[in-house]
């Protein structure tokens, strides 16, 4: 099974790494990354797998 989600980082408070960190606690894997965003946001389509 196979999920993509977009990783933001803005700053310390603006971003939503937990989630990412959730989902490798769930024992999904990343795949591939790939940088999408603009400055001052960095955005990252995160693909992730489990099997």
Do not use: C, F, H, R
């Amino acid at each position: 099974m196979q999920k993509a989600i977009t990783v933001n980082y803005q700053s310390e408070k603006k971003n939503n790494l937990d989630e990412l960190n959730q989902l490798l606690q769930e024992g999904w894997k990343v795949i591939s990354q790939s940088p999408v965003g603009l400055v001052p946001m960095v955005s990252s389509l995160v693909i992730l797998e489990k099997e």
